[in-house]
């Protein structure tokens, strides 16, 4: 074979080979690309928590998996309760914030992709369960608020940052997860408006990631 000579030049057929694989490696390109960060993904799985009440009816929410065998809900539901489960598993709390109404739970044996945390977004979508399965549920954020409260009228105030979500949530979607389109959460859904049937308040994703960097 001659060394540093002038190549021959490829027939038809071989043309049509190198063509071939440069239309492949482009496609793989493009493939590439669209699995990039700003691609959408998976939305995090969200699961049915109950709590047992002392022979009485249980406590029933929904709870969002953040990864490593945990998930987070509503800090009402758990508080001062029984036995906590998830999706059938026993559950064990781990931390709870009541002025963030958030709640942190163990559960052994589950295994879920990590959450990701968002950060603005008006179109959205709510993570519910409904017949036990997650059931995406259409909304908008009108408004980011700082919400202030007290749990007795003697309380110095307490303020919670959240949203305020045009959706019609049911009881036990508590927990749920407002997402952004590209699955991200945006927030975590906790009470419904008494006077307006269409709006639900949720827990701003800044106060969930306060509570998870503790």
Known sequence: MRRGGRGRRAGPRRRRACAAAVAVA????????????????????????????GGLVP????????????????AHAVAGRGAVRVAGRPARVLRVDDRLDLALLAVPG?????????????RVTLAVLRDGRPTPLGGAVRRRVVIRFRDQPSDPPEVRPGLEVAASIDPGDSGAPVLD?????LGV????SRDRADTAWAVDASAVRSLLAR
């Open 59 to 74: 406590e029933v929410a929904t709870a969002v998996a953040v990864g490593d065998g945990r998930v987070l809900t509503v």
């Open 189 to 192: 859904v906790y009470a419904r």
């Open 181 to 185: 389109t590209r699955g991200r959460v």
């Open 110 to 122: 589950l295994r879920a992709p990590a959450m990701r945390l968002g950060g603005v977004a008006r």
């Open 26 to 53: 482009s496609l793989a390109v493009l493939a590439g690309g669209c699995g990039g960060s700003d691609a959408p993904r998976r939305p995090p799985q969200v699961l049915r928590v109950t709590v047992a009440a």
